[in-house]
């Protein structure tokens, strides 16, 4: 059964990665790179490959459109921070996500933000 979820997540990558490619090429899919390095790296978090996940998740960062897209971003940075054991970048991207979750006024957002930098 792991063999079959890493082939997948494996797929999942390759299939991120060129839409990357195809996105940087394509003005029309231009908009969506945010998702597609998002995408990119939550296969990689899948597959605990941490320092590739983060670098996605800052090129995700530098392409998201809105502040709802940066919230999810940060939330997961700050996952992945903490699965590293990296408690104050974790406690900064929670703190990232929690400041847009007020912003975006979204007590469901802001309370999950509370719980995750609480479990630190």
């Known amino acids: ?8 997540n494996e797929f999942l990558e390759n299939i991120c990665s060129k839409t990357i490619q195809e996105a940087k090429n394509n003005p029309n899919l231009y908009q969506k790179l945010s998702y597609a ?7 990689q978090i899948k ?3 941490f320092d590739l996940a983060l670098e996605n998740l800052k090129q995700a960062q530098m392409y998201a459109k809105d502040d709802y897209e940066l919230y999810h971003i940060y939330n997961y940075m700050g996952l992945v921070y903490k699965s590293k054991n990296d408690i104050e970048n974790a ?10 979750a007020k912003k975006l006024k979204d007590s469901e957002l802001e309370t ?9």
């Not at 406690?91 to 847009?100: A, E, K, R, T, V």
């Open 91 to 100: 406690l900064l991207y929670f703190n990232l996500s929690l400041d847009l």
């Open 1 to 8: 059964m792991k063999r079959f979820i890493d082939d997948c």
């Open 47 to 49: 597959s605990k490959k």
């Open 37 to 43: 390095y998002f995408c990119l790296a939550t296969t």
């Open 112 to 120: 999950i933000q509370l719980h995750l930098a609480n479990k630190l």
